[in-house]
Structure formats: structure tokens, C-alpha cells
Antibody, heavy 118, light 110 residues
């Protein structure tokens, strides 16, 4: 059974940093691209970032480019999202997702809440 | 900047058929947009329904089908059931590794 467990969310101050982790199990992690998406309270989904199977290729939404960094450790079956220069508008539930080759979000974690507030 | 468009809401009767669409403010959706559809119930993670325009995800009932209608991607629910009442999102591939979600459609079954 595919399981994705996000952690690392919480309260951060504007301008601050957080690192999210997503521990994966139940599939061959090193064979799967992975993504992060987010959902602000009461709002729709927003694709944030994706990383290729070996981590060599990373992609970002314009809204987070230059502030967020996605990475993965295939030896630990874990994908990360380093978030810096956080803004109030980054407040959201952040979901980790296992991707198919040609589409994101084959399976999703339950999400971790990030709140950016002073 | 191109925006992905979805109807804000739809209402369907039990047993009825509803077609949700996913378009672009600039240009047409095609198979190379790799349209993917998700269902999300309140407080839950999204669930993949259809990917690559028209391929159902594992375990998804046959009443859900994807297609291209005109210049948009479409998700059709045939024979709607009460537990189909959810939010539905599409995502489209924009190239260069970039994906963009639509704003979502709230489907009510009544």
C-alpha cells in the first residue's frame, strides 16, 4: 500500500523558513517522480514543485521560484521542500504526491499545515 | 499568464449525467496537455480519477470518464451517485515541467 507521510509544518514568521519532509513507502521510491502541491484555507489546489526520479531535475511554480527548493534522498525514501522567505500567502496545507511519468498526483499524502504569521 | 478555467459549480440529479470542463484562457487543451482530474472531499486529500486525458486511475468506477470536448478537457460523470458530491479539480501540463491547476468545480448531487 502506498503511504506518504508529510511532516515539518507549523507556524513560521514572515521572512522565516521551514523544511517539509515526506516519507514514502509501499512503492519503489527511486522510480517515481514526486511533487508538492498546496491548498490555502478554503481555496483550490496549487501545484508547487516537482522533482525527477533521481533528483537531477526540479520544477517550480512562479509563485515560489527562488524561495522554495525541492530535493529527495532515495536512500531514505524521502522528499523535501525547503521553504525560505515565507510570506502570509504561503499559508496552506502542503501535500506530497507520488507522480506518474506523465501526470502528477497518482497518490497523495494527508498534508501538513504551514501557517505564516507574526 | 495563462489560467486554467473550470466551472465554479454544477448540480446534478441522482442517476443523472454531468460534464465538467477544463480550459485555457489562452489556447486550446489537447492530448499534450495531459489533463488529469482529481476528486476531493472536505478535509481529505485529493484522489486521482483520470489521467492522460482519458485513462481512469486504478479503482475508479466506470461512471467517470475523461475526454477532449472541443478545445477543453472534460470529465463526465454518468449515473451520478450521492457520494460523488465533492470538489473536482483538473491540472494541465504547460510544458517545461510546469503544471497548473484549475480553480475547481463543486458538484452537488440533489
Amino acid at each position: 500500500e502506498v503511504q506518504l507521510l508529510e511532516s515539518g509544518g507549523g507556524l513560521a514568521q514572515p521572512g522565516g523558513s521551514l523544511r517539509l519532509s515526506c516519507a514514502a513507502s509501499g512503492f519503489t521510491f527511486s522510480s517515481s517522480p514526486m511533487s508538492w502541491a498546496r491548498q490555502a484555507p478554503g481555496k483550490g489546489l496549487e501545484w508547487v514543485s516537482s522533482v525527477s526520479k533521481n533528483g537531477d531535475n526540479t520544477y517550480y511554480a512562479d509563485s515560489v521560484k527562488g524561495r522554495f527548493t525541492v530535493s529527495r534522498d532515495n536512500s531514505k525514501n524521502t522528499v523535501y521542500l525547503q521553504m525560505t522567505s515565507l510570506r502570509a500567502e504561503d499559508t496552506a496545507i502542503y501535500f506530497c504526491a507520488k507522480d506518474r511519468y506523465s501526470s502528477p498526483g497518482d497518490y497523495w499524502g494527508q498534508g501538513t499545515l504551514v501557517t505564516v504569521s507574526s | 499568464q495563462t489560467v486554467v478555467t473550470q466551472e465554479p459549480s454544477f448540480s446534478v440529479s441522482p442517476g443523472g449525467t454531468v460534464t465538467l470542463t477544463c480550459g485555457l484562457t489562452s489556447g486550446s487543451v489537447s492530448t499534450t496537455s495531459y489533463a488529469t482530474w482529481y476528486q476531493q472531499s472536505p478535509g481529505q486529500a485529493p484522489r486521482s480519477l483520470v489521467y492522460n486525458t482519458d485513462t481512469r486511475s486504478s479503482g475508479v468506477p466506470g461512471r467517470f470518464s475523461g475526454s477532449i470536448l472541443g478545445n477543453k478537457a472534460a470529465l463526465t460523470i454518468t449515473g451520478a451517485q450521492a457520494d460523488d458530491e465533492s470538489d473536482y479539480y483538473c491540472v494541465l501540463y504547460m510544458g517545461s515541467g510546469i503544471w497548473v491547476f484549475g480553480g475547481g468545480t463543486k458538484v452537488t448531487v440533489l
